[in-house]
């Protein structure tokens, strides 16, 4: 466990992001790996179907594990503020929702992956395969769940090596560690026995946090589902050229998550302790390290983006779809700064508990990225996608950065009505 509430904010944050950061390589690596794989020894067809199912796989996942991320900031509240029996009815509660509506998600989309995919005017010939990929994929969503949420409930308490001892293992066996653990090393964490149980006002809670949080997480999938039939328009080629240089966009914008994550942790306890002061230092720490992390990021793909995007092609057509990748690399490797921008901030907010903000903020984001793909791939290909992707975080940050100051001008304000809040109590 790490208390965020003393000590150096930058030490904690670096700390606890680093090994989000290595979790989040190793899981992109099998990703890329995945990838490669289908692109070189199976060929183009299977790479373009890769990539099409990519976004709607993860707008199932990433709509599920929100609830997981929002959930974790309250558990962080409650760590922070030393509430205990709070913390563990959170996490039964979510755990047993949680579990519940995986399952019937897995359920039903794989029921419904025929009528997806012909929404999305996936071509003929990758059509059938791209329907065992999917279907295969969303099996394993349960277990996806479970680890998550037990993954966000060490992070909540600033264990964030744990879950990244178990992310090499299979996702059962991930869950089955993780619960393991908790039970034996964190039982601040585990509910008791009379807990086990979904508590109507804490899932409300949960909601609030998690519910919003989920959506905002669907809602970047959905936009992308959206792209991707865009993409679907231009031909295989360009598919599986889309579908490369995501996997590079994922190195570069997913760890970024992770650094908000810590973000958003340091914040949370330090709300729940009423230890104001020592949010905005923490929030500058954060963005200090997701500058740096994008000024490595994009010079490593600025020298190498040819090469990456060879890596996952060969054979009839690999030239055309090593061509469309390494052009989009070359403008995306500036591009790359506004998601760590943008991925701070949202840290921030989501750590104050101003989930609905984090929600205008993707929102504006994806829409405004989605039309400006549909205005622009049709003229300039992949470069206008990349245009595309940096006016929508271009705006994201425009609404984000004078909210940030409106919200530290009211901390104060917050600070006395906690206070006032305390006192009336101690009459009662």
């Excluded at 039903?108 to 009528?115: A, K, Q, W, Y």
């Excluded at 055309?320 to 907010?349: D, H, I, K």
Aim: some cysteine; aromatic content about 10%.
């Amino acid at each position: 466990m790490r208390d965020m509430t003393k000590g150096s904010a930058h030490s904690h944050l670096w700390r606890y992001a680093l090994p989000l950061l290595l979790g989040n390589w190793l899981q992109l690596a099998y990703n890329a790996v995945d990838s490669i794989i289908a692109g070189r020894f199976i060929g183009k067809n299977a790479l373009a179907a890769e990539g099409i199912a990519s976004p709607v796989m993860n707008l199932v996942i990433l709509a599920i594990t929100g609830l997981c991320i929002g959930a974790g900031v309250l558990m962080s509240e409650y760590f922070g503020g030393k509430e205990f029996t709070l913390l563990r009815q959170s996490m039964a509660t979510m755990l047993l929702s949680g579990s519940a509506v995986s399952v019937a998600a897995a359920a039903l989309c794989m029921i419904f992956t025929p009528d997806i995919l012909k929404v999305m005017a996936v071509p003929e010939e990758i059509y059938d395969i791209t329907v065992i990929y999917l279907r295969i994929t969303f099996l394993g969503m349960p277990f996806t769940f479970i680890y998550n949420a037990l993954a966000a409930g060490l992070k909540s308490v600033g264990d964030s090596k744990t879950p990244l001892k178990f992310l090499a293992f299979s996702a059962v066996l991930n869950a089955v560690l993780a619960c393991g653990y908790m039970l034996l090393k964190v039982k601040e964490l585990w509910p008791r026995k009379g807990q086990w149980k979904i508590d109507r006002m804490m899932l409300k809670r949960i909601m609030n946090y998690g519910g919003s949080t989920a959506f905002q997480q669907a809602v970047q999938p959905v936009g992308k589902v959206l792209i991707q039939g865009q993409v679907n328009a231009l031909g295989v080629s360009t598919i599986a050229a889309f579908n490369a240089v995501t996997r590079v966009d994922d190195f570069a914008c997913i760890p970024e998550q992770g650094i908000a994550s810590a973000i958003s942790t340091y914040i949370a306890q330090n709300k729940g302790a009423k230890k104001y002061d020592r949010i905005r230092t923490g929030f500058r720490a954060g963005i200090r390290l997701e500058i740096c992390y994008w000024l490595i990021i994009g010079s490593i793909t600025a020298l190498f983006r040819t090469p990456m995007i060879s890596m996952f092609v060969t054979g009839e057509g690999a030239k055309e779809v090593v061509n469309l990748g390494s052009r989009y690399l070359m403008y995306m490797c500036v591009f790359y700064l506004w998601p760590a921008l943008t991925n701070g901030f949202q840290g921030f907010f989501r750590g104050m508990g101003k989930m609905y903000t984090t929600i205008i903020g993707t929102t504006i984001q994806i829409s405004v990225r989605t039309v400006c793909t549909y205005l622009l791939a049709p003229e300039l290909g992949m470069e206008g996608i990349a245009f595309a992707c940096v006016t929508g975080w271009s705006l994201m940050l425009m609404f984000e950065i004078p909210y940030y100051f409106v919200t530290c001008r009211k901390m104060p304000e917050e600070i006395k009505s906690r206070k006032d809040e305390r006192q009336k109590k101690r009459k009662q």
